[in-house]
């Protein structure tokens, strides 16, 4: 396993644990306990975890955002599913919203073969992924382009947004709970969010196994905003049966 290889896996272990210790690190990946702490170290600079005896715990949050970059390569496997799976509920000739999360990234890699299609977004990455797509129009809000998460914020994208009418958003969230619902870090992402949830027929939730349990200071939906969800599981004990009895539909890409 090349060492870029170790250390997404450490990130998505970490983000599913909250802590994790060198010792059964270094016993997983068959490799020193100091080259375990040089992948630490690492992760540590770029804010996604801090160091602690014998281990390492989740970033606060509350202080530090993971880089677009960084977030991309975090269970990629399990969003490339998720995008796929959402690219089948999206019909030629629909007019559809992305956020910039990085699983609605997953969702546009999957859709360069649509005819017809609108795509609405705030994400510069989106933009460039289907930039070369001759029967695809894309329309980007434009805005206060946020670096971290190169994404469109502000007042004039919010405006922006006010003027469409979608057939489907999919958008994702930093973290979801049955009680708070989807919660956001930034401000401006879940001001974001709420207004693309406003202006269309039927909301996707893009929730991969990572982001159960997690929760941001700011709310920005609740799960009765949300018409469908797809994860790639597998979903902590009793959840989905009371998503489901909250009038959602939830696939479930661990157990089909």
Known sequence: MLAVERRNRIVELINEKKSIHVSELG???SVTEETIRRDLEKL??????VRTYGGAVLADDFKSEMSVQVREEINAAGKNAI?????KMVNDGDIIILDASTSALYVAKHLKKKKGLTVI???EKVVFELSDCEDITVICTGGVLRSRSLSYVGRAAENALSNYFANKVFLSAKGFTLNRGLTDSNEQEADMR???IKCSEKVVLLCDRTKFGRVGFVNTANIKDISCMITDGPMPEGWKEQIEAAGVKVLDLHNS
């Not at 540590?44 to 975890?49: F, N, P, S, T």
């Not at 995008?83 to 690219?87: M, N, P, R």
Request: net charge positive; no cysteine; charged share 25%.
């Open 44 to 49: 540590e600079k770029q804010g996604i975890l």
């Open 27 to 29: 016993k997983m990946f």
């Open 194 to 196: 709420r207004a693309m």
């Open 83 to 87: 995008g796929q799976e959402a690219a």
């Open 121 to 123: 977004t705030n994400a």
